[in-house]
């Protein structure tokens, strides 16, 4: 969002695309095109510096932007099967995931988490 704002105070358009089930782009799949991470076993999107401590958003811009340099990275997915072993919801399994089994132990752990001030 500041990038945006930073972006339109030097004159260029943007708009912030709405989350992937109201606009229909798979947000893990670009960020992953992007070669700044990519869709782990887990079905989470691992950036390489970050993990899965990520948070995406997509801007669409008229801004030019330099043109991206190739490079070889080593993968972010290891392929343990630590996020099958320590999925509390027991929502991942190798080549599946469990949207429901994921929101319902979601929903326990946020019942479980209290925040001093939220």
């Not at 989470?44 to 510096?49: I, P, T």
């Not at 801007?59 to 932007?65: Q, R, S, Y």
């Amino acid at each position: 969002m500041r990038t945006a704002v930073a972006l339109e105070r030097y004159g260029y358009t943007t708009e912030i695309l709405p989350y992937p089930g109201t606009c229909g782009i798979s947000f893990k799949q670009l960020a992953a095109k992007t070669g700044i991470g990519e869709i782990g076993d887990s079905f989470l999107f691992l950036h390489r510096e970050w993990g899965p401590w990520t948070h995406l958003r997509i801007a669409l811009t008229n801004a030019e932007t330099p043109k991206a340099r190739q490079r070889d990275f080593d993968a972010v997915c290891t392929h343990c099967g630590r996020c099958i072993d320590e999925c509390p919801g027991r929502a991942i399994a190798q080549g599946r995931h469990d949207l429901d089994a994921c929101a319902s132990a979601q929903s326990v752990l946020s019942k479980q988490v209290s925040i001093p001030g939220a």
